[in-house]
């Protein structure tokens, strides 16, 4: 028993005069998360940046095998040694990623619709206790504010994020915009206060000028942007920097990485900003010398 070995009280020491820390959290809008929220969040932010370079592969359950996702076996690996996050589907997640890779997931987990249909008319097909049995750090699913299909986006969200409130797996809310809608400070800061205060715990939105730091300052959780459609490489670089200096607390990004001339150049250009501070022309340096150096 324990209390009967008298040379371990004698090596006791409560240090009584250090009082214990109550460190705050680094993420905004999180300091009032349970130990296990926070703790997937550490995995996906990076706590000593704050930000997160978060690799978009999830492309397919809509699309099929779009340009860059041909084979996300081919394409996908060599970048994860510079991926802070993975977001994909599950179905690609189990056939083309080793469970060997020690980096987290956000897990798509909608369904229903296909770009042959209305996008907005999805259901969820993943439950959280199969994402979190594929070790699922997040999992998500978007609302289409304004579309068609905008309150069962928004229920499927709810589900989402109440079910995962039961297991500490944060959910990310994804504001995507149907075809009609413009992308602008109004609308995209309408969408992701619509979706923080269900309760995602971190917003997917696209970056706009002007007034994306308004977006941002109007969402009490943390942003990462989308990177949407491929646009040159200065350019991605440029948005991705534009979106940090005004706030953004990463990318999420597929297209612009995957699709780029060399991706694995693009996706270390793109972690210089989002971690380092990078400007865009010195990050746009970077990924050129990299492009170079296999040359
Ligand atoms: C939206 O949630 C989509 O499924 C993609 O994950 C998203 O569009 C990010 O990829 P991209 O940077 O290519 O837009």
């Not at 942003?223 to 005004?246: F, H, S, T």
Request: net charge negative; with cysteine; hydrophobic share 40%.
């Amino acid at each position: 028993m324990v209390d009967r070995d008298k040379s371990s009280e004698t090596s006791k020491d409560f240090y009584v005069d250090v009082p214990a820390e109550t460190p705050g959290f680094f993420l905004k809008g999180s300091a009032h998360l349970n130990w296990g929220m926070k703790n997937r969040l550490s995995r996906i932010f990076n706590p000593k940046s704050g930000n997160a370079v978060m690799l978009a592969f999830d492309h397919g359950y809509i699309m099929g095998p779009t340009s860059g996702l041909e084979r996300i076996d081919l394409s996908i690996p060599p970048l994860l040694p510079y991926t802070d996050c993975m977001m994909c589907a599950r179905g690609a997640l189990r056939a083309c990623i080793s469970p060997e890779v020690d980096i987290p997931l956000v897990m798509r987990c909608s369904t229903g619709a296909t770009i042959l249909k209305e996008l907005s008319n999805e259901v969820i097909g993943v439950t959280v206790q199969d994402a979190v049995s594929m070790n699922a750090a997040a999992v998500t699913t978007q609302a289409y504010i304004g579309g068609e299909y905008e309150k069962e986006t928004l229920g499927n969200l709810a589900r989402l994020i109440n079910e995962g409130n039961l297991y500490g797996v944060p959910t990310l809310g994804v504001t995507a915009v149907g075809r009609e809608l413009v992308r602008d400070a109004r609308y995209l800061g309408l969408a992701s206060r619509v979706v923080a205060e269900l309760g995602v715990h971190f917003v997917k939105t696209y970056y706009c000028e002007p007034g994306f730091d308004e977006v941002v300052a109007g969402c009490p959780v943390p942003i990462v942007i989308a990177g949407g459609k491929k646009i040159p490489e200065p350019d991605a670089l440029a948005m991705a920097y534009k979106a940090i200096d005004q706030g953004a607390s990463g990318v999420d990004m597929g297209r612009n990485i995957f699709l780029a001339e060399d991706p694995v150049a693009m996706i270390q250009a793109v972690r210089a900003v989002v971690h380092d501070g990078e400007k865009s022309d010195k990050a746009y340096d970077l990924y050129q010398t990299l492009k170079h150096e296999k040359e």
